[in-house]
T-cell receptor
Framework: AQSVTQLDSHVSVSEGTPVLLRCNYS??????LFWYVQHPNKGLQLLLKYTSAATLVKGINGFEAEFKKSETSFHLTKPSAHMSDAAEYFC?????????????FGQGTELSVKP | NAGVTQTPKFRVLKTGQSMTLLCAQDMNHEYMYWYRQDPGMGLRLIHYSVGEGTTAKGEVPDGYNVSRLKKQNFLLGLESAAPSQTSVYFC????????????FGQGTRLTVV
């Protein structure tokens, strides 16, 4: 069965420093992978997605993620954190051909950005 | 273009009461999902549907029922609400192809007292 593990429940960085949010997945087939962001008391917004094309994916607001099949990872990075990046981030896996339509979320990583 | 709309946005129920949450999408997407979000647990899949007239159980289906009589609507029902069902509920819709992003509603904050 497919699953997603976000390795850190909370990450704290200073403004202007790099961000790394880690995600490992388990899937029996070639999955699609997504990162979503949720600001406090808001809905979910797509940051980026991987769909078996380029392994380095660029998203909105300067975020990017690299799909590494050998490591079953899809870590999210940003070179320089901004105060507005403070939010909760979710890694999501979709493997509809083998899993009948399920869209599975990781537990989330809360990102804090210090001035 | 409204996307995905959830009704209601807030609700307080007494233990044992019933209610239905409505999710409506105007994107003609085949797949629809209901999740609950609790602190530290991410979004957990309750039920989902891959097309009109079909539903399937997710990770945490107990205490909930769903129906998809029309392609654009996905209803989540609580027959006898319990305090453990206090949560924020999100609906999502997406295309059948696995590479398509899911579009989410704004959420329903449910409190069971």
């Amino acid at each position: 069965a497919q699953s997603v593990t976000q390795l850190d429940s909370h990450v704290s960085v200073s403004e202007g420093t790099p961000v790394l949010l880690r995600c490992n997945y388990s899937s029996s087939y070639s999955p699609s992978l997504f990162w979503y962001v949720q600001h406090p008391n808001k809905g979910l917004q797509l940051l980026l997605k991987y769909t078996s094309a380029a392994t380095l994916v660029k998203g909105i607001n300067g975020f990017e993620a690299e799909f590494k099949k050998s490591e079953t990872s899809f870590h999210l990075t940003k070179p320089s954190a901004h105060m507005s990046d403070a939010a909760e981030y979710f890694c999501v896996v979709s493997d509809r051909y083998n899993q009948g339509g399920k869209l599975i979320f990781g537990q989330g990583t809360e990102l804090s950005v210090k001035p | 273009n409204a996307g995905v709309t959830q009704t209601p946005k807030f609700r307080v129920l007494k233990t044992g009461q019933s209610m239905t949450l409505l999710c409506a999408q105007d994107m003609n997407h085949e797949y629809m999902y209901w999740y609950r979000q609790d602190p530290g647990m991410g979004l957990r899949l309750i039920h989902y549907s891959v097309g009109e007239g079909t539903t399937a159980k997710g990770e945490v289906p107990d205490g909930y029922n769903v129906s998809r009589l029309k392609k654009q609507n996905f209803l989540l029902g609580l027959e006898s609400a319990a305090p453990s069902q206090t949560s924020v509920y999100f609906c999502a819709a997406t295309h059948w192809w696995s590479g398509t992003e899911a579009f989410f509603g704004q959420g329903t904050r449910l409190t069971v007292v």
